[in-house]
């Protein structure tokens, strides 16, 4: 293939592909992830590339701009397919993106270090795109394959966290086939859970798809609800308990995972049952984190101990958000690990790490550092 090369990028500055949007039910909240991104990254040390993903899977470049990417009133932010689609090309020890656009020659767009993909659900935080990231021989932030994988899927997750000797509330799986051959059956196991019930999509996240019920009659519904984002649903029993999070960052090197200050969300209940999609991004008012969370001492060393083995558990890295309920027993039951957590400056993740001395800027930059360090393929 003949490659007409415009404008390559020169100099020693890495340069970053900052990846968004996608093919999931979360592709808005990817692009104010960007937005964030954008905003903070170190323009003066890295050069940046945006590239968006439409719901279709097409990639082309995107506007540096944050502000087309920003939570809006009057509409959520979109990528929309266009003519020109962008690709890694990668031959030997050399990754580049090259741009095609009918009736022209591919044209390159210069190389590429390192992939941050801010993407959120399937076909971005699932294990797939890091899949073709490792065939390309390119370096990204974020979990690996397996990891993703077990990350976005709140069923096998479970099983890993249970292995590991950690402690996960009860729950129901309800796969496709389970559903289609016996509805009835699937719905009298799951009744016999401890009501209010959490329906969720088995690979999605943002409490998208999510039906709090409260009693059976309802059920059935909240499951028609969550397979329209999912063929596969887990129905947990709602626990009673505070939410604590911590933030993980892998440690460099062969040094430990690192675990910031746990944080507290504190829902405002006059308008909101739980902490939904409204509650995290668009009511500002909806939530309020509290970081460091107070917590008895015990408890705080407990709970970062427990999201440090949560990370390793499904093999971790770069980061993770780890989600607890701390019960009035004193119990710390273990909800979900986010492998690539909503990451705008207001997020819970980059949240608690400023509030543990790591500021979002500087927190962008070790993501990018860790990743630069880390091998492609087995490790």
Sequence with gaps: ????PINPAGGSKPRVAVLFGGRSSEHSVSCV??????????????DVVPIGIARNGQW???????????????????????????????EGSSQELVSHSP????????????????????????GTLQGLLEMADVRYVGAGVLASAVGMDKHYMKVVFESAGLTVGPYEVITDRQWKRDAEGCLERACRLTFPLFVKPARAGSSIGITRVAEPSELRAAVETARRHDPKVVVEAGITGREIEVAVLQGRGYDDPRTSQPGEIAVNHDGHEWYDFEAKYVDG???????????????TTRVRELA??????????????????????????????????????ISMYPQMWAKSGLPYTELIDELISLALERPTGLR
């Design 308 to 345: 440090a083995v949560a990370f390793e558990a499904v093999g971790g890295e770069g980061l993770s958000r780890v989600d607890f309920f701390y019960t009035p027993d004193g119990d710390l039951v273990i909800n979900e690990i986010n492998t690539m957590p909503g990451f705008t400056p």
């Design 60 to 90: 082309s470049l995107a506007s540096v701009d944050p502000g087309q990417w920003s939570l809006r009133a009057e509409a959520l932010p979109e990528i929309t397919a266009g003519d020109e689609t962008v690709v890694i090309s990668s």
């Design 1 to 4: 293939m003949s490659v007409q």
């Design 103 to 126: 009736n022209a020659m591919p044209r390159s767009l210069g190389r590429i270090d390192v992939v941050l993909p801010l993407l959120h659900g399937p076909f971005g935080e699932d």
């Design 285 to 299: 008012a909806a939530a309020e984190l509290s970081c460091p969370a107070d917590l008895p001492d015990a408890v």
């Design 33 to 46: 992830t960007a937005a964030g991104v954008l905003e903070a990254i170190d323009h003066s040390k890295y």
